[in-house]
């Protein structure tokens, strides 16, 4: 008999995600591996037993003292991988925010201004360790009270040596306090230093030269990312940065193709880069050229109704290109969104991807953009990372809007939901 020391049924179905290729596209891409009436045993943080409720007491036997919970006719998946934020920051950009809606100016010219990236960058490098962790760790667990355990998170907005390094080792830290699996990643090319404006030559070349070196050095990222987009970094510069990053070796990521086509995702698929994040420029030729290298497309469906009015985050195209996709909320000053289940819907009602889809880009993909192999699914063997949620099938958390959900674990242990 299996022994566990955790028992969840009263569920209506489970979506395990548990087959299927890493990444998936296409048609695999709609491919939950569902269990209807399900119930799920747990040991030690580990899934030991998931299959039909009416078969669990033959194989499992519980440990004394162990934990029986009922999921309410809901529906259980695996735990979310957020695979985009920029989660660690200080401050707001709220006094910014009527100048855009109100159409005066744009992403690019509030940072052309010193607004945008540099609000953020000179708030946070005003800010001391204490309030940049808890601050931070107050987004990450709101996150995880929304089914979330895994979240990519960059760097990006201190810009200098010594503040990139003092963010980068602050990720392990919150880690630590909240339970997540965080991925660090080096976004030292976020823009360029406000003390470089007038030399961005020089400030690449303290990028290669300095600070890459030493973030490898430390191991203190997985991924170094380059926001490649005019007023930004070219994709010479870009190009310059990764290769570099590659050989010190790091992960690669792009900003690509988010307001206009900057050539950022063509240099993702030449540099068989992890992933190409963004993307909303990015047209038919270059969606065939991630999907022959084998590049994720990580979409942050609600960025493009921050940041880009007017547009949608191309799910449906993507999708039907072959292209692997992922999902992310891009929690930032700019995207202050913390909830995976309305990145979710916001995928179905404006990406075009179907509810399985985009559970499928939430999960598993996501969790192969981040670097993570074991997460993303639910498995025997696997972590006990799972959410339920109060609908009857997987559809329902694309069909409603950020639907809450009602039980959250994280290796075996309860999160309170959101």
Request: glycine letters at 10%; one cysteine or more; charged letters at 25%.
């Amino acid at each position: 008999m299996i022994r566990a020391d955790l028992l969840v049924h009263d569920l209506a179905e489970a979506a395990t995600l548990g087959r299927g290729p890493r990444p998936r596209r296409g048609a695999a891409m709609e491919e939950l591996s569902r269990i209807a009436d399900p119930a799920i045993a747990v040991d030690r943080g580990r899934v030991v037993w998931i299959g039909r409720e009416r078969g669990w007491r033959r194989a499992v036997r519980l440990r004394p003292g162990a934990r029986t919970v009922a999921g309410g006719g809901g529906t259980l998946v695996p735990a979310f991988v957020d695979a985009h934020t920029h989660a660690i920051f200080a401050g707001d950009r709220t006094a910014e925010l009527v100048e855009a809606v109100r159409g005066r100016t744009t992403y690019v010219r509030t940072a052309r201004r010193g607004g945008g990236i540099y609000t953020t960058v000179r708030a946070t490098r005003r800010a001391s360790d204490a309030a940049i962790l808890h601050a931070t760790e107050a987004r990450l667990r709101a996150m995880a009270g929304s089914g979330t355990a895994s979240v990519e998170v960059k760097s990006g907005y201190a810009l200098t040596p010594s503040g990139e390094l003092r963010l980068l080792r602050m990720i392990p830290r919150l880690g630590r306090r909240t339970g997540l699996e965080l991925v660090p990643t080096f976004l030292g090319a976020h823009a360029i230093a406000p003390e470089y404006r007038r030399r961005p030559r020089a400030y690449v070349d303290r990028l290669v030269r300095t600070m890459l070196p030493a973030v490898a050095r430390l191991g203190l990222a997985r991924f170094c990312d380059v926001f490649c987009e005019p007023g930004f970094f070219s994709v010479a510069e870009a190009e310059r940065i990764l290769r570099a990053a590659a050989a010190l070796g790091l992960g690669l990521k792009v900003h690509a193709d988010e307001f206009v086509l900057s050539g950022g995702a063509r240099l993702a698929a030449r540099l068989g880069a992890r992933s190409a994040e963004h993307v909303l420029a990015t047209g038919p030729e270059d969606r065939e050229r991630l999907a022959r290298a084998g590049v994720t497309a990580v979409l942050l469906p609600l960025t493009a109704l921050a940041s880009a009015a007017g547009r949608r985050s191309p799910g449906r195209e993507l999708v039907d290109a072959g292209v692997p996709v992922a999902l992310g909320t891009d929690c930032s000053p700019a995207t202050w969104v913390e909830s995976m289940p309305l990145v979710v819907s916001a995928a179905v009602h404006a990406a075009r991807m179907t509810p399985a889809e985009a559970l499928t880009a939430a999960t598993v993909n996501a969790a192969h953009a981040s670097g993570l192999e074991r997460a993303g699914t639910v498995e025997v063997g696997g972590p006990a990372d799972f959410s339920v949620f109060p609908v009857p099938s997987a559809e329902g958390l694309g069909y409603r809007f950020d639907v809450r959900p009602t039980l959250v674990f994280r290796q075996g242990k309860p999160v309170s939901p959101a």
